[in-house]
């Protein structure tokens, strides 16, 4: 099931979310929450950012696992998802420093490093909240639209719009990496909460597939429709077409 909670802007969608996520983090202190990189999400990890010099929240039991990461990047790379958990987050607050996993986009043995970021995924005993953002083209994670939903942790080809959509973030569009490492769609609906945020006009026809569209592997965000705890933080624009 989906609930949709409505915000006006970009600012109201990232207070109301990082609301949520904070409940989250206050209700079980050593919750595991998997993480999500993009520019939607900025917002609520600079209201959590808030929070926590605020002294409303303490992040020393919280452990982390994230969606994906590029191959080939470096994590001193200023794009590697790495860099923008440290840069928006991990470095603010008060997470031991153990605590952080994401792929490892230099690991040369794909096979390996897919199967160690399951087993970290597993060991951690299950993600209680999983934050998602949505591409254009509805993937989540880097799950692209395909013919079949990936179970587990991959690396794949990104989409042509999905290179496009992110070559803003580097200097040409030829310098954006063309495979990532990936969470699977399985990893992903096994999380027992899922949180997503979604804003701005180019989001619309992806938040409407999601929400009301067939389930379908071309549109993976349509699976979250069968996850029984997913809520859905969206401004106007992203919900513009409902
Ligand atoms: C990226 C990420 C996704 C993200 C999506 C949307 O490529 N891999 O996790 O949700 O695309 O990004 P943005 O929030 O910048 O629109």
Same mark, same amino acid.
């Given at each position: 099931?989906?609930?949709?909670?409505?915000?006006?802007?970009?600012?109201?969608?990232?207070?109301?979310? +990082?609301?949520?996520?904070?409940?989250?983090?206050? /209700? $079980?202190?050593? @919750? %595991?929450?998997?993480?999500?990189?993009?520019?939607? =999400?900025?917002?609520?990890?600079?209201?959590?950012?808030? +929070?926590?010099?605020?002294?409303?929240?303490?992040? /020393? $039991?919280?452990? @982390? %696992?994230?969606?994906?990461?590029?191959?080939?990047? =470096?994590?001193?790379?200023?794009?590697?998802?790495?860099?923008?958990?440290?840069?928006?987050?991990?470095?603010?607050?008060?997470?031991?420093?153990?605590?952080?996993?994401?792929?490892?986009?230099?690991?040369?043995?794909?096979?390996?490093?897919?199967?160690?970021?399951?087993?970290?995924?597993?060991?951690?005993?299950?993600?209680?909240?999983?934050?998602?953002?949505i591409g254009?083209n509805g993937h989540i994670?880097f799950n692209e639209p395909?013919?079949?939903?990936?179970?587990?942790?991959?690396?794949?080809?990104?989409a042509?719009?999905t290179?496009?959509?992110?070559?803003?973030?580097?200097?040409?569009?030829?310098?954006?990496?063309?495979?990532?490492?990936?969470?699977?769609?399985?990893?992903?609906?096994?999380?027992?909460?899922?949180?997503?945020?979604?804003?701005?006009?180019?989001?619309?026809?992806?938040?409407?597939?999601?929400?009301?569209?067939?389930?379908?592997?071309?549109?993976p965000?349509?699976?979250?429709?069968?996850?029984?705890?997913?809520?859905?933080?969206?401004?106007?624009?992203?919900?513009?077409?409902?």
């Open positions: 099931m989906i609930k949709v909670i409505r915000a006006k802007d970009y600012e109201e969608m990232s207070r109301k979310a +990082a609301a949520v996520m904070a409940a989250q983090i206050i /209700s $079980k202190e050593d @919750t %595991v929450l998997g993480l999500a990189t993009g520019s939607t =999400p900025e917002g609520l990890y600079a209201n959590l950012v808030k +929070a926590y010099q605020a002294g409303n929240l303490d992040f /020393s $039991k919280v452990r @982390t %696992v994230n969606l994906d990461e590029y191959q080939g990047l =470096p994590r001193e790379h200023d794009q590697s998802y790495y860099y923008f958990m440290n840069y928006h987050l991990f470095q603010h607050v008060n997470m031991a420093a153990d605590a952080n996993n994401l792929p490892n986009g230099m690991n040369e043995d794909i096979q390996a490093e897919c199967e160690r970021y399951h087993g970290v995924i597993e060991s951690m005993g299950g993600v209680d909240m999983q934050l998602l953002g254009g994670g395909s013919d079949h939903f990936e179970q587990k942790t991959h690396c794949l080809a990104l042509e719009d290179i496009k959509a992110n070559s803003r973030f580097f200097a040409s569009e030829d310098e954006v990496p063309r495979r990532a490492f990936s969470m699977g769609i399985g990893e992903i609906m096994a999380a027992k909460k899922i949180l997503m945020v979604a804003n701005g006009k180019g989001k619309a026809q992806a938040v409407k597939d999601m929400l009301t569209g067939p389930v379908t592997p071309q549109v965000a349509s699976i979250l429709q069968f996850h029984p705890d997913v809520v859905l933080v969206a401004d106007e624009d992203a919900l513009s077409l409902l």
